[in-house]
């Protein structure tokens, strides 16, 4: 491998499967820490091969362009639920399914089997044949006629969906040096906060342009919403496969076998149980209420205020994306300044304030039956939040060792859809009708979810940074 006119070789050492010597220009360079193989100051001055920056921001962007489709494909559904719903004949419960649990245990289930072909396979091949399955279920939902078609169409989508993350998170790290990782990173996973609830104003926007040109189709507004937001994800496949700029592998792959294998992995996560554990569910334990009130409260909207499905998404769109944005900049700003006067666990006391708010906050405004205190608490409830879906990668990144992130992440994403999509909008509508009544708790079932994740997420917080000890003790 060569890299500013040096000639680079490597080599590993036969004797020891824990241990890389890089040879440049006859300079052996040993790993200080014999758990990290390569040693970050050293990995940092070997370069991708053959990749210039613009053609590394390039394939970033395009990735980033995925994302947001991939987020409007997913989303859309919560802002056609009632049409949908009353074209089909569907109960709250299979909506449930519809925009949750079925979608969240394929999207789960299928990242953790897919992350094979993205570590093992053609990455080009990988994501394009997940953009186009994930979009023509899309496209097909729209010619649904009962609940199993669009639930069989909807794991479709999850499927082709949990391709992205994995194959995002392989490409970046072999597109960019190691210390230049962070913003694109940031930039990629940015996308998911914004479009948490920008995929509404978007939705929206294609819910309006469905009705101008429903009539002249001959299908119904939800089902010519459904092929609109589909058909991008086909001209971005097209695009990636002929034009991203996909890199060889990093230099992991020379590593032994054991050192990154997923027994390797195992055997970290039990020894760091305590922390790990409450680490990788905090952002789950948050998802349970804050997406079942992301996903059902256009519903609340639409039944309570009269509003109809575009004027919900436009709202929300109007209120959630500033507040998640704002506090997507001052949660890191907040964090920094905590890390200046705490090095050792100043980045995880950032969440204590927003264990503490988060969830109240929903709840208060959701007690109300005035449209202003229940967009009032929703905003400060997505400010709040917005710390667990910036944080969390950041405290990753600081507490675990680089040869694991990647699939540390992973498994991060795996229990927020879990928990967040799987667990929480089901929930919501079984706690409700147990308090309520059929098909009249919906807004019941959000505030008595939150309260009861409240306490949870303020003992798992605590207990995350009790047990942290030291960045990157490995």
Not at 104 to 120: N, Q, S
Not at 285 to 306: D, F, K, M, Q
Not at 434 to 463: D, F, H, K, N, Y
């Amino acid at each position: 491998m060569a890299g500013d006119g040096s000639s680079w070789q490597l080599r590993l050492t036969p004797e020891s499967r824990n241990q890389i010597n890089i040879i440049c220009l006859g300079r052996a360079v040993v790993p200080r820490n014999p758990i990290n193989t390569i040693n970050e100051q050293d990995a940092a001055i070997l370069p991708p091969a053959g990749v210039s920056n613009r053609q590394a921001w390039y394939t970033v962007w395009l990735l980033a362009a995925l994302y947001v489709v991939s987020w409007l494909d997913r989303g859309i559904l919560a802002l056609l639920a009632q049409p949908l719903a009353a074209s089909l004949g569907l109960d709250d419960r299979q909506l449930a399914l519809l925009l949750g649990l079925g979608f969240a245990l394929v999207y789960a289930i299928g990242g953790v089997a897919l992350g094979h072909f993205v570590d093992t396979r053609n990455r080009r091949t990988v994501v394009t044949i997940g953009v186009i399955i994930w979009s023509l279920a899309t496209i097909l939902s729209a010619f649904s006629t009962n609940f199993e078609m669009i639930f069989l169409l909807r794991c479709g989508v999850a499927l082709g969906e949990a391709v992205l993350m994995p194959a995002a998170i392989s490409l970046i790290a072999d597109l960019f040096k190691p210390a230049q990782r962070g913003l694109p990173v940031a930039f990629f996973t940015s996308i998911g906060s914004f479009m948490t609830i920008g995929a509404y104003a978007l939705g929206a926007a294609a819910i309006g342009l469905a009705e101008a040109v429903s009539s002249d189709i001959g299908l119904t507004t939800w089902r010519t919403t459904l092929i609109i937001v589909g058909l991008p994800g086909l001209l971005l496949a097209l695009i990636f496969a002929f034009t991203a700029k996909i890199p060889t592998r990093s230099i992991s792959e020379a590593l032994p076998a054991a050192e990154v294998s997923m027994a390797a992995l195992i055997q970290y996560l039990k020894k760091r149980m305590r922390f790990m554990g409450p680490l990788l569910s905090l952002t789950g334990i948050n998802c349970i209420y804050s997406l079942a009130i992301i996903i059902w409260l256009p519903t609340v909207l639409i039944r309570e205020h009269g509003m109809n499905a575009s004027e919900a998404g436009y709202l929300l769109g109007l209120v959630g994306v500033p507040a998640a944005l704002a506090g997507n900049f001052f949660w890191q700003w907040r964090g920094l300044r905590l890390y200046h006067r705490d090095p050792e666990k100043g980045i995880l006391r950032t969440f204590v304030l927003p264990s503490l708010f988060a969830a109240p906050c929903y709840a208060a405004g959701l007690l109300s039956d005035s449209i202003v205190l229940q967009l009032s608490g929703f905003a400060v409830g997505m400010f709040m939040g917005s710390a667990f879906n910036v944080m969390t990668p950041i405290a990753i990144q600081s507490y675990t060792p680089t040869r694991m992130r990647a699939r540390i992440v992973s498994l991060n994403f795996l229990i927020i859809s879990v928990l967040g999509y799987g667990l929480g909008p089901l929930a919501a509508v079984e706690i409700g009708t147990w308090v309520a009544g059929e098909g009249q708790g919906i807004r019941t079932g959000l505030i008595t979810l939150s309260l009861i994740s409240w306490p949870l997420l303020v003992i798992t917080t605590l207990a995350m940074v009790r047990n942290a000890g030291k960045p990157n003790e490995l």
